[in-house]
């Protein structure tokens, strides 16, 4: 059984159901805690369909690399993309005391992101972004 899985995505929103597939198998075969792979799917989810959809100014193909590893209790989930730079981390919080009418549109689910997760960090390098998330797993 390994610990670590790489899986290259194309920047196609078809492939979030792939995505989901591929996290689902790392879970089960790892025994991971139903309330953990809800967690980091969702934030999978979220943060792939952001790349997609506001990561790049044309409509050629691009890789969206995930690879996600488990080790010493933690799963790390990394996402490394060539679109715009991006640090989700700058988001501004959304105002989740605002009337739905009055809040701002988007921010939710970076929102989601961080208070899902342990640990997230962004780097960009090489004309990359890189994203890596962290979850505590008690088994």
Not at 91 to 97: M, T, V
Not at 98 to 110: D, F, T
Not at 114 to 127: A, T
């Amino acid at each position: 059984m390994a610990d670590a899985l790489a899986v290259m995505l194309r920047n196609r929103l078809s492939e979030l159901e792939r995505l989901s597939r591929v996290v689902a198998s790392f879970g089960e075969s790892h025994h991971l805690p139903e309330k953990v792979l809800y967690a980091v799917t969702l934030a999978l989810d979220e943060i792939v369909t952001n790349i997609i959809s506001y990561g790049y100014d044309d409509q050629a193909d691009h890789q969206i690399s995930l690879r996600l590893s488990l080790q010493a209790g933690e799963l790390t989930a990394e996402v490394e993309d060539d679109g715009k730079p991006f640090n989700p981390l700058e988001a501004p919080e959304p105002d989740l005391k605002a009337s739905i009418e009055e809040r701002q549109v988007g921010g939710l689910g970076i929102h989601l992101i961080r208070n899902m997760m342990d640990r997230v960090e962004y780097r960009r390098f090489q004309g990359k972004n890189l994203l890596v998330m962290k979850k505590k797993v008690s088994l």
